[in-house]
Each structure stands twice: as C-alpha cells, then as structure tokens.
C-alpha cells in the first residue's frame, strides 16, 4: 500500500531563516505530488504541483520554492522566511484509478511557525 | 474559477446526534471528494463520490452531479467525529498532468458528550 510521510512534523523558525521540508511517498512510482498550505482559518491553499523529476508548476507567487530531486522525493524551501509563512504544509499525491476514478491522499502534515 | 460553498461552517452537536453537512458548487465537476481533518491536522479520506450514494459505517454521502451539490451524513454522533470536514471538487480542465482539486472552507464539527 502507499504512504506518504513529511518531515518534520513541527518545526519553529526565526524571520530570515531557511526552509526546506520534505515530503517522500512509498509504495508506488512516478507520482503526482502536491504542497499545500492551510493557514489559520482552514483553507487549504494549492502552492506547487509536480508531475515528474524536475518538473514544477507553481500556483502562487510568494517567498516558497519548490523541487523534485528524485521520483518520490518533493522538496518545500525558502532563502529566507516571513511571518506570513507560519501555517500547517501538507503534501498529497494522487492515485489514479483509470474509470474508479482519481483520489487524493494527503501527509501527515508539517506546522510551521515563524517568529 | 470553480466556486465551492460548505455549510453550515460550523456546527455544535450532541453525543448521539444525526447531523447533514453540505457542499455547493458552481460547475460541472468530474471528481468529488470529502476529508476529515482531525484536531491533529490529518486529513483522512471519507469518500470518492462524484456522484450516487455511498456508505461507509455511520458516515454516508449522496452527490447529486446535476444539481450541483453533495451532502454528507454523519448519524449517531461521536466526540471522534469533531474536526473539520472539506469537500473537494476537481473540473477536470485543468490537464491531465495537474489534477488540481478545489477546496471549499470547511465545516468545524464539535461534539460534545
């Protein structure tokens, strides 16, 4: 069966510091993989999408980056962060089921707080 | 861009109660999906239901695609069930490549025993 994890689960990070958080799916190949923010307030903001290796689509311009180094491996970063970047990342991969239809699965979920 | 409306947004029950949660949306849609997201932040698949009826122990859904609407129901209430439940809709013209699904706002269910 699939999983996904993230890492990690909680992190606090000073204004200007690095980001990167990591998102890895087991138990099946060449995902679509996907970061999602959810703020304070619940709603859950598509911020990148990827395809394949190296491949990235971005849904929203801001201060976060994104990358795919390998086939089940989906990156999150930031040179530098803002407050506004506090909020709860989630990563979700799609399992595609032809005519049963396509469904989305989510991580476990990384809160992020910048102070 | 598609629109997608829950309701209520929020929602107080008793242990034991029956409640109906429902989501709107603007467009024809291809794919529906409803999650539990838990006081923990996980978010749990409920069900796949673009359209008909499914059940699935004392939760159940019906998608009526023509109507444009979806609801889902939750019987015999437990204080397990509190959290945020989402739909979420994908058009299906977005390429086959993305699969971008759109979110409504949620609706945050208490219950209180």
């Known amino acids: 069966s699939q999983t996904i994890h993230q890492w990690p689960a909680t992190l606090v990070q000073p204004v200007g510091s690095p980001l990167s958080l990591e998102c890895t799916v087991e138990g099946t190949s060449n995902p679509n993989l996907y970061w999602y923010r959810q703020a304070a307030g619940r709603g859950l903001q598509l911020l990148f999408y990827s395809v394949g290796i190296g491949q990235i689509s971005s849904e929203v311009p801001q201060n976060l980056s994104a990358s795919r180094p390998q086939d089940r491996q989906f990156i999150l970063s930031s040179k530098k962060l803002l407050l506004s970047d506090s909020g709860f990342y989630l990563c979700?991969?799609?399992?595609?089921?032809?005519?049963?239809?396509?469904?989305?699965?989510f991580g476990p979920g990384t809160r992020l707080t910048v102070l | 861009g598609i629109q997608v409306e829950q309701s209520p947004p929020d929602l107080i029950l008793q242990e034991g109660a029956n409640s109906t949660l429902r989501c709107n949306f603007s467009d024809s849609v291809n794919n529906l999906q409803w999650f539990h997201q838990n006081p923990w932040g996980q978010l749990i698949n409920l069900f796949y239901i673009p359209s008909g009826t499914k059940q699935n122990g004392r939760l159940s859904a019906t998608t009526v695609a023509t109507e444009r609407y979806s609801l889902l129901y939750i019987s015999s209430s437990q204080t397990t069930d509190s959290g945020v439940y989402f739909c979420a809709v994908y058009l299906g013209n977005s390429g086959a490549g993305s699969y971008q699904l759109t979110f409504g706002k949620g609706t945050k269910l208490s219950v209180i025993p």
């Open positions: 979700a991969w799609i399992h595609f089921r032809g005519r049963a239809g396509n469904e989305q699965f």
